[in-house]
């Protein structure tokens, strides 16, 4: 199997995915075979842009059987449905990662782990007072506090119990 990633830079497995797809200006071209990554390349993107023939055209020639990308235009998708050539969206991070977690899940889950990413976002971590923050809210809340009376009221009649 042959995936296509737009990546940053031209370092390979080392570069992060281009957040857009047709304006990458690379592209890692990777075979995985045997669940392994066999080979990558790097290719160099288009200095201006094509149409979504085009794209198809060029990811037809170099025989990619998937493209993994973070977005695409709407016109290029529905280009490559049309030309049967898979596609998988919301792929983020460096491309040896996505590559891997390719080789290892097969196309079909690393597509639903791609998606399950995305649909539950990490909450951001709860902020909690620092320590030292805590004893000057303590202090000033005893400040603030009414102080009792130190005299004793008077209990009804009644009430009285006696001690014996």
Do not use: C, Y
Not at 17 to 31: G, L
Request: proline share 7%; aromatic share 4%; no cysteine.
């Amino acid at each position: 199997m042959r995936l296509l990633l737009p990546s940053d830079n031209d370092n390979g497995t080392m570069s992060s995915v281009s957040k857009a797809f047709e304006t990458s200006r690379f592209f890692t071209i990777a075979e995985i075979a045997d669940d392994t990554v066999s080979f990558t390349q790097v290719r160099k993107g288009f200095e201006s842009p094509q149409t979504a023939q085009k794209w198809v055209d060029v990811i037809r020639k170099l025989k990619v059987d998937a493209v993994v990308a973070d977005s695409i235009s709407a016109g290029t998708a529905a280009a490559l449905g049309s030309a049967h050539i898979r596609l998988i969206t919301g792929a983020r991070g460096l491309t040896g990662m996505l590559l891997d977690w390719a080789a290892n899940l097969g196309l079909d889950d690393f597509e639903s782990k791609i998606n399950a990413l995305n649909a539950s976002p990490v909450p951001p971590p709860e902020s909690k007072p620092s320590s030292a923050a805590q004893p000057v809210q303590a202090q000033s809340a005893k400040q603030q506090a009414p102080v009792a009376p130190k005299t004793q009221a008077a209990v009804p009649e009644d009430t009285k119990r006696s001690a014996d």
